[in-house]
């Protein structure tokens, strides 16, 4: 007579559980590194555009812009933005360089530089 075997053994399932536990882990910390990732993503989205603005309000003033250092503060998507604005003299007279760099409001590094150049015309 053969014994009735059915369902698994204790051994078998708690191997199954602990299967289970580490993928679910894995899963969850992919899940994790993606949201940070998306996060950061947005952030210096945001920080380029708040550097484009920069750039096209200084294309719309009526004058060429002074050499030196300014920093402001900007409102962009419910957020604040650092902008630090070096103008510097180009080898043309008639050119300026111009570099921005925007971080969040309280932190030290920038999250986007942005480099151009503007004519005095």
Known sequence: ??????????????????????????????????????????????????????????RLQANWPNTGTSQTVVTLGQREWS?????????????RKITLHVSRKNQPAPLVSLSGFMGEH
């Open 83 to 95: 902008v630090q604005q070096l103008v510097d003299t180009t080898a043309n007279p008639m050119l």
């Open 1 to 58: 007579m053969k014994p009735n075997v059915e369902g698994f053994t204790l051994l078998e399932v708690m191997i199954a559980l602990v299967i289970f536990g580490v993928c679910a882990l894995a899963i969850l910390e992919q899940t994790s590194r993606s949201i940070h990732q998306q996060a950061q993503l947005e952030d210096k989205t945001l920080a380029l555009w708040v550097a484009e603005n920069n750039f096209a309000s200084l």
